[in-house]
């Protein structure tokens, strides 16, 4: 069973669609790393799945 998951996860500033469906799920123990372009949806995520947002 994971430690975390994430399904279909969305959010959109206006037209900008920060985040657009992402769905992932993290073992307990497993060290991931999130990657991405500047503008990707990285910090969006983070706060989503935070509570933040
Ligand atoms: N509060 C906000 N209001 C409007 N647009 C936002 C807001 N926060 C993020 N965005 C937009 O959402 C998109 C994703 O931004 P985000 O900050 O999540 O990217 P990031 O991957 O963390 O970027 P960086 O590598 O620069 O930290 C960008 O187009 C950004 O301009
Ligand atoms: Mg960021």
Redesign the pocket.
Known sequence: MPLLAVQGLRKS?GD?R?VDGVDFSIEAQRLISLV?S???????LVNLITGLL
């Open positions: 500033f900008t920060a991405g500047n503008g990707a949806g990285k910090t969006t």
